[in-house]
């Protein structure tokens, strides 16, 4: 139900503290919420923190809002780290992940 949602939602919330600097969500996270679902309560605390939403399913664009960016499953190693540079960068945060192909870091 919605409550126990919320109820979820929250406790995820008070889990990324303050040191989170990027969200990957799957939109079918385990439960009732939807990935996102809890992006939007992460950014209802944090709201310029980037967020990836992933998902095998086409979803409507005006519910992927910014500052998310959408990676659809399957993806490439290649294209996480596209999508996670993607999301730093609109966000004004220096990226994690080499811009080159090279994968040791990950």
């Not at 919330?13 to 309560?41: N, T, W, Y």
């Not at 659809?72 to 996480?80: G, M, N, R, T, V």
């Not at 609109?90 to 192909?101: D, K, Y």
Request: with cysteine.
């Amino acid at each position: 139900d919605a409550q126990e949602s919320r109820g979820l939602g929250d406790v995820y919330k008070r889990q990324l503290g303050s040191d989170c600097s990027l969200i990957v969500a799957d939109h079918g996270v385990p439960g009732s919420i939807k990935g996102m679902e809890f992006i939007s309560m992460a950014h209802e605390r944090w709201p310029r923190l980037p967020a990836i939403l992933t998902s095998d399913y086409q979803l409507d664009p005006s519910q992927v809002t910014p500052p998310v960016t959408y990676l659809f499953k399957p993806w490439s190693i290649d294209e996480l780290a596209e999508a996670i540079n993607q999301a730093l960068s609109s966000a004004s945060v220096p990226p994690a992940l080499p811009a080159s192909s090279d994968h040791n870091a990950l």
